[in-house]
């Protein structure tokens, strides 16, 4: 007992949370057990929308934390419910043009899309490593005749060990220089991210705690889905940053070490 008491659910984001370049953080895997230990419903959130659940878990696992496939909860599988949920009522399948990898194709498919780059409903950028010329344009000129802009996240870097690299929001404001169309982005900080979540687990927002390392992303979108938020310091967020932002978590950590005995 304590003063997480009341959470039945849990959601928490990945890097800087349970994981820090590849590293599982101390007490991520003794968290993530004794979740799975007591049948508490929980997902791990990322915003990276390149792995599908099982290329994830498998990274994981490599990092040291079992986190069954099923807990995991990406951009892609989000946007996926996203368009499922807008063509409710369609008589037809929906399809999308895909800039992305095998987390966004495998989501979109599972979802019932036709995965096309002719006359498409959608555009969908996701994060990719291979961007090429050819295919933004081919998706800049689709959304000029029309089809719709998503993009699973608005990061406009990623982390690799060689240094930062362009991510999923710098190919957008890209397309969206070339088109004058802005998209819609279903990632953190849209709290569509964790209301999809909650879905999933069947999750109430006045039982649920959101824990992550960035106020401007997973604490605002945390307190704007209605949820008990929990701050940790292992990641992006220093103890004194926290005095520049006009809104509080509800707790302030040091690491999710000092969660295991309050969940
Ligand atoms: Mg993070």
Aim: net charge negative; charged share 20%; glycine share 8%.
């Amino acid at each position: 007992m304590g003063e997480n008491e009341n959470i039945e659910c849990w959601l928490t984001d990945m890097d800087g949370v349970l994981v820090h370049e590849n590293q599982a953080i101390p007490g991520a895997a003794e968290l993530i057990n004794r979740w799975v230990d007591t049948s508490k419903r929980f997902l791990v959130l990322t915003n990276n929308s390149i792995y599908t659940p099982r290329d994830l878990a498998a990274r994981l696992h490599a990092s040291g934390l079992d986190v069954p496939e099923e807990n995991l909860w990406t951009s892609a599988l989000a946007t996926a419910e996203f368009l499922k949920d807008q063509l409710k009522g369609s008589s037809t399948p929906g399809r999308a043009f895909v800039i992305g990898e095998a987390g966004l194709t495998t989501a979109l498919h599972e979802a019932g899309m036709i995965l096309t780059d002719t006359n498409p409903d959608y555009v969908v950028l996701g994060e990719t490593r291979t961007y090429s010329f050819g295919t933004i344009t081919k998706a800049i000129r689709l959304i000029l005749d029309g089809a719709r802009f998503i993009a699973t996240n608005p990061d406009v870097t990623g982390p690799s060990a060689e240094g930062p690299i362009p991510a999923t929001g710098a190919i957008a404001a890209l397309i969206t220089a070339a088109t004058d169309r802005e998209p819609y982005i279903v990632g953190k900080p849209n709290p569509m991210m964790f209301r999809s979540a909650m879905n999933k687990i069947d999750a109430h927002s006045e039982t649920t705690g959101m824990i992550g390392d960035r106020m401007d992303t997973d604490i605002i979108a945390g307190i704007e889905a209605g949820l008990t938020t929990v701050l940790v310091l292992t990641g992006i967020t220093q103890r004194e940053d926290i005095a520049r932002y006009s809104f509080r978590p509800t707790q302030v950590i040091d690491s999710v070490a000092d969660l295991i005995k309050t969940v």
